[in-house]
């Protein structure tokens, strides 16, 4: 089993920035990739970013430029730096980890005001 606790949600104007945090009970060197991803209401669940222990890193389109996603594999978090937020960036978002299966986050709570 895995446990992921994440940290950092809050509500921020448009334009302003948010970091959150992903903590992991296991070691990022046993998972494939990490990521983070969001579900707006009445929206399928997205990708945002996911990242390797190795460091290679992908996004989403929509947040391409803006977010960051980066790991601290000694401490075995991952980090997600938001900047230039917009009311379409409104979301839970959520940790995940990747080993065969996929295990998630309980959520934060983004929320962009306009």
């Known amino acids: 089993q895995v446990y992921l606790v994440e940290s950092g949600g809050g509500l921020v104007q448009a334009g302003g920035s948010l970091r959150l945090s992903c903590a992991a009970s296991?070691?990022?060197?046993?998972?494939?990739?990490m990521g983070w991803y969001r579900q707006a209401p009445g929206k399928q669940r997205e990708l945002v970013a996911t990242?390797?222990?190795?460091?290679?890193?992908n996004y989403g389109d929509s947040v391409k430029g803006r977010f960051t996603i980066s790991s601290d594999n000694a401490r075995s978090t991952v980090s997600l730096q938001m900047n230039s937020l917009k009311p379409d960036d409104t979301a839970v978002y959520y940790c995940a980890v990747v080993r065969g299966v996929t295990y998630w986050g309980q959520g934060t709570q983004v929320t962009v005001s306009s």
């Open positions: 296991r070691s990022l060197f046993d998972f494939s990739y």
């Open positions: 990242i390797t222990v190795a460091g290679s890193t």
